[in-house]
């Protein structure tokens, strides 16, 4: 494979002459550039990832950082960023957490991962980080984007949708449907993300007389297996209900899975209302209706506006992105029986 000194020394320049011509920066004569750029043709000359980083001053890589690599939800996510940065002739390096820290101190080491493999700028998608975990960044806290999250002072560069408003269009959808029996399960209470979403839940109950104390709530882990749990624990409680919202789609398949194999027909008997609106929620049976959460066009906003700080690019973004209720099989009317009097 042909290197950029072979390059040089067939077209009779010096290597840092077929550096400019091959960066396109500084200045260079046309006939010299007329002779490199013959001699790349008939080398077949290809920079290498190495050589590219050497001639533009940065490592042509974006760091993504996500709380954990599992489950369903966040492969979409780095398929989106992979292909986006590829056609735009940069790569991807992911860390995740992991280890027996807490998220916040999981967070800040896999931000320290990245910046320490040279990465140019940093997408990262948690809620757990604080406003002096990004200050100690210094200088490099500006090449860093933040997906569902804000925080003071950085909010052009925070990428976030309204989970208050997602809870709240949740327990609008059931009421539409007559629900007003209603378990809840619910993600981990450590994640402000679903404080906030079940907070919006509780508050549109509560606004349609419905007594939120009362309501059949349990704390689970954003996991097919915790909605399985959950729903079998919701079961055997006693409780009665004619629907169940979940905190996450996961857990909604988990829960689904369950009331199958427990007889229980959905929406026949119960309604199920997922939270997200991943790829997979159009899969189960029943089609799982659920809260669309725009994670595609805020991952792209969000990516958008961090190329354009670390290349000078000019991609559009916003920070409008909406939220909205897909309505599929598993989202029926209360049976006359199940809805409250």
Known sequence: MATLKDVA???????????RVVSGKGAVSPKTLARVRKAIEELDFQPSHAARSLMSGTS??????????????YTPILQLVYSELRAAGLNMVVGFGIGSADERQQAVEGIDFLNQRGCDGVLVMSNAL?????????PRQSRMVLLNHCLPGMEERCF???HKLGGSMAARALLANKHRKIAVIAGPNSALDNVERIGGFMDELAQAG???????????????????????????SGYDFSAVFCANDEMAVGA???FQQAGIAVPGAVSVLGYDDTHSAEF???????VHMPWTEMTLNGLNCLLNRCYGMARPYTHDDVVSVTERASLGKAKAGRAAK
């Open 60 to 73: 042509q890589m974006i760091g993504v950082y996500i709380p954990y690599l599992s489950g369903t939800f």
């Open 210 to 236: 419905i007594d939120t104390a009362g309501v059949w709530l349990t704390e689970s882990n954003f996991a097919p297996e915790g909605g399985w749990d959950s729903a079998k624990k919701l079961l055997a």
């Open 9 to 19: 020394q067939l077209a009779g320049v010096g290597l840092g002459t077929a550096s």
């Open 256 to 258: 689904l899975s369950y």
């Open 284 to 290: 189960t049976a029943p089609r799982l209706s659920s």
């Open 130 to 138: 604080k406003e002096e975990d990004i200050a100690a960044l210094g």
């Open 160 to 162: 976030t949708v309204d």
